[in-house]
C-alpha cells in the first residue's frame, strides 16, 4: 500500500529525521553508538519489544540516500515488512513524499488474513499512513526550529 503527498517541507529536513530517528533506534537496542553516515544499506540490528520485550524483529537497511530515498526491511516470524519513504523535491519550498509498506514473505495463514481484511480496513490503512508521515513532517519542522 502506498500514499502519496505533497508538503510545505524540505527533503533535508525530513531526512535528517528519519535517520536520526533511525540511528536513535539502532543505539537503544544494541547499546552501540552509530554516526548517520554510517546507516548504510546492509547495516542490521534486531529490536526487541512487547511485554518484557519477548518480541524481537530484524531491521535490515536496504537504501539510504540522502534526501531521497530510506527503505528498510522488518523481518519476523510473521514475514518481512518493506517501508520505504520516496521524497522528491518540488521547489524551494515543497517535496512530494511516497510512502510505501509491503508485506513478502508472510506465511499462508496472514497472506489469506491480510487479502481478506485489506478491502475492510483500507481507509483506515490509507489514514494511518497519512497521519503518520504528517507527524514527521511536522516534527521535521520543529526540529528545524529549535536548532
Known amino acids: 500500500m502506498e500514499i502519496t503527498k505533497v508538503y510545505d517541507a524540505h527533503s533535508e529536513d525530513f531526512f535528517h529525521l528519519l535517520r536520526n530517528s533511525f540511528k536513535a533506534d539502532y543505539q537503544s537496542n544494541t547499546k552501540k553508538a552509530i554516526d548517520v553516515l554510517d546507516i548504510q544499506p546492509g547495516l542490521k540490528y534486531t529490536k526487541h519489544f512487547g511485554k518484557d520485550n519477548k518480541q524481537k524483529v530484524l531491521i535490515e537497511?536496504?537504501?539510504?540516500?540522502?534526501?531521497?530515498?530510506?527503505?528498510?526491511?522488518?523481518?519476523?516470524?510473521?514475514?518481512?515488512?518493506?517501508?520505504?519513504?520516496?521524497?522528491?523535491?518540488?521547489?524551494?519550498?515543497?517535496?512530494?513524499?511516497?510512502?510505501?509498506?509491503?508485506?513478502?514473505?508472510?506465511?499462508?495463514?496472514?497472506?489469506?488474513?491480510?487479502?481478506?481484511?485489506?478491502?475492510l480496513f483500507k481507509k483506515k490503512f490509507q489514514k494511518r499512513m497519512e497521519a503518520q508521515v504528517d507527524n514527521l513532517i511536522r516534527h521535521s519542522k520543529v526540529r528545524k526550529g529549535s536548532q
Do not use: C, Q
Open 61 to 119: 537497511v536496504e537504501e539510504m540516500t540522502f534526501p531521497l530515498h530510506y527503505r528498510v526491511k522488518l523481518s519476523s516470524n510473521r514475514g518481512d515488512n518493506i517501508i520505504e519513504y520516496l521524497v522528491e523535491p518540488k521547489d524551494d519550498n515543497e517535496i512530494e513524499v511516497t510512502y510505501r509498506e509491503e508485506y513478502v514473505n508472510t506465511d499462508f495463514f496472514t497472506k489469506w488474513n491480510n487479502k481478506l481484511l485489506y478491502p
